[in-house]
């Protein structure tokens, strides 16, 4: 499945950098550079536009940490090993998108309908971006490589799904969840129109010869080129039809 089975470096390095990048910031939040809701997604507030950028480098406890790492690492290899041409644009803009995304929806609680006052971080969306992009871009684009990395991405995180709705709606509970399943539902929406946007960009399906029931080439027969080869002596003296000459028959011609 790897591209003359060799592994991109941008497929290990980029995992690393976003991993170091996260891991440094949740030690920075053990040091208290990022207290309270500083460097989260605020809905509809202009202190919280600042989490667009800096929420996904940002986790509530070393479960929530290393719970997204996994998943970042994973998707983000496959991202940049089979996807390298959109690879950055792809998360770059999955990133930001689904920042402002979640920044313009209002923090409405979901089973009483009260504003809330909610603060964002996490690189889930992010994840969600990841796995959906590589999910879609897979049936988009029709190709057997690319549809069995949809394949492996719904194996191994096709409960995703359950994490786009809210967490009430399984269990009752006494004060509202924790999982901003506003960004999940988000980075999922965004990672499918991304898929849209780019599904003509990279490799794409494969057509063969057989695919064409009207096409024909004897140079594409190599049965017949073999043929050809090992029986020089079938092709000395071919039929031709004579060339017509029309003095010959100039005055039949006449007559006409």
Known sequence: M???????????ISPLLMLAAMWLGYFLQLQGFFESCFG???????????????????????????????????????????????????FVLGWLATGLLVWLLPPIDFMTGEYLYTCTIGASGVVYVLAFFLFFSGIFKWNMKL??????????????????????????????????????????VVGVILALIFKKVGEKKKKYIWEYPNYYSEKDDKLWQEYKENHPEDFMELPYKKRDDIWERLDELRKK
Not at 2 to 12: F, M, T
Not at 44 to 52: K, M, P, S, T, V
Not at 63 to 69: A, L, P, Q, T, W
């Open 147 to 188: 549809l069995t990395i949809s394949l492996l991405v719904v194996l191994y995180y096709g409960s995703l799904v359950w994490g786009m709705l809210p967490e009430e709606l399984f269990y009752n509970l006494e004060e509202p969840s924790k999982i901003a399943w506003q960004a999940h539902l988000a980075g999922a």
């Open 2 to 12: 790897l591209k003359n089975n060799v592994i991109s470096k941008k497929a290990i």
């Open 40 to 90: 989260a997604i605020i809905p509809l507030l202009l202190e919280g536009l600042l989490g667009i950028i800096t929420s996904p480098l940002l986790h509530g406890n070393i479960d929530h940490i290393v719970g997204n790492s996994i998943p970042i690492a994973i998707l983000m290899f496959l991202l940049y090993q089979f996807y390298p041409l959109v690879a950055n644009r792809v």
